[in-house]
């Protein structure tokens, strides 16, 4: 028989057709993933975040399913998969849980776009170093207003009151009712263990402070990498490349994180910032729309005039909500001939 003959005897129900790629029809419907576990993000590495679930470590990868939802240090996750921590394996992000808390900032004052640092902290703790570097308080005002904003319990953890005392800087933060420890090296850590217990708190800061030696004394066999100042910029040297949640011995977590020379607050919202100031907060019912509240009509000036709050209170507030539109402050070079301290 010949080619024009058979194709001419055949059925259309007969012709086998390929299906296309974009022929299955789409569900709106995802798998329920009944048989999830719950862990939590202690690190994230090129698209590869690291979870604890119990006592195991689960390297796992993010599911399509999830677009571009970013999962960060801190998350309470679910996932599927191989959940046994064997080296070789790896589990699936299948949901991340509502966030009671967000760690946010901007690149710089202008950009639009916010990125999550951490996850369901509770905690921020602004390490400084007392000299060397020199503290720089518009960064510490730049991060007590993030802390503000997302609602953390602030605290100022001081190092190295061997080169400077911490009574200037102390004094600077006074109103605000700002919790602070100051730690000295080769001491105990009881004062600093009993604000971190129970808690999960992010360590910030310029490098150089001592965030990563702090880390290593407080979470034994930590390992995390130190470095010294340098003697000429006055500058840390970045030792840590990306946060790190490690649990404490009594209870709680700390968040160890790079070092940073800025921090943006593009995405603060100026409400909840006042929100921390239950003293001035009602001060603000009379304001003008869009008040930045360092104005000449803001009504806060005669809520405090008439009693109802502390001068210094408002003075410290305004302070920090300028630091918003002031540029941050430049590096300086070494305040002194001090030796550099050989901490990260």
């Not at 300028?322 to 050989?342: A, I, K, V």
Request: proline letters at 8%.
């Amino acid at each position: 028989m010949s080619p024009s003959r058979r194709s001419r005897d055949l059925d259309e129900d007969d012709v086998r057709v390929r299906p296309s790629r974009g022929s299955r029809p789409r569900t709106k419907e995802r798998p329920a993933h009944d048989s999830a576990v719950t862990g939590v993000v202690v690190t994230v590495d090129r698209g590869r975040c690291t979870c604890r679930v119990g006592d195991d470590e689960v390297t796992a990868m993010k599911a399509r399913e999830l677009g571009r939802r970013s999962v960060v240090v801190g998350d309470r996750v679910d996932l599927v998969g191989d959940v046994s921590g064997r080296a070789d394996t790896l589990a699936r992000v299948v949901r991340v849980q509502p966030r009671r808390s967000t760690l946010r900032r901007t690149a710089d004052d202008t950009d639009p776009v916010e990125r999550v640092l951490v996850a369901n902290a509770d905690q921020l703790v602004v390490v400084t170093a007392l000299a060397h570097p020199t503290p720089r308080t518009r960064l510490i005002d730049r991060c007590l207003v993030a802390a503000y904003d997302a609602g953390l319990r602030p605290l100022l953890c001081l190092t190295k009151p061997d080169l400077a005392p911490p009574d200037e800087l102390l004094a600077t933060y006074g109103a605000l009712d700002v919790d602070h420890v100051v730690v000295r090296k080769g001491e105990p850590l009881d004062h600093l263990v009993a604000h971190l217990a129970g808690r999960t708190s992010v360590l910030v800061g310029h490098s150089g402070v001592g965030k990563s030696t702090l880390v290593n004394a407080l979470v034994p066999g930590a390992g995390r990498a130190t470095g010294g100042v340098n003697a000429v910029t006055g500058r840390g040297r970045h030792t840590s490349s990306s946060a790190i949640a490690l649990a404490l011995p009594g209870g709680g977590w700390v968040i160890d994180t790079p070092g940073v020379r800025s921090f943006g607050l593009a995405h603060v919202d100026l409400s909840r910032v006042i929100g921390a100031f239950p003293d001035l907060e009602p001060g603000t019912e009379h304001c003008p729309r869009s008040c930045s509240h360092d104005e000449p009509e803001c009504a806060l000036d005669d809520w405090v005039a008439s009693g109802h709050s502390d001068p210094a209170r408002l003075a410290s507030l305004r302070r920090l909500l300028r630091s918003r539109d002031q540029e941050e402050e430049p590096d300086r070079g070494p305040p002194d001939q001090s030796p550099p301290d050989q901490s990260d």
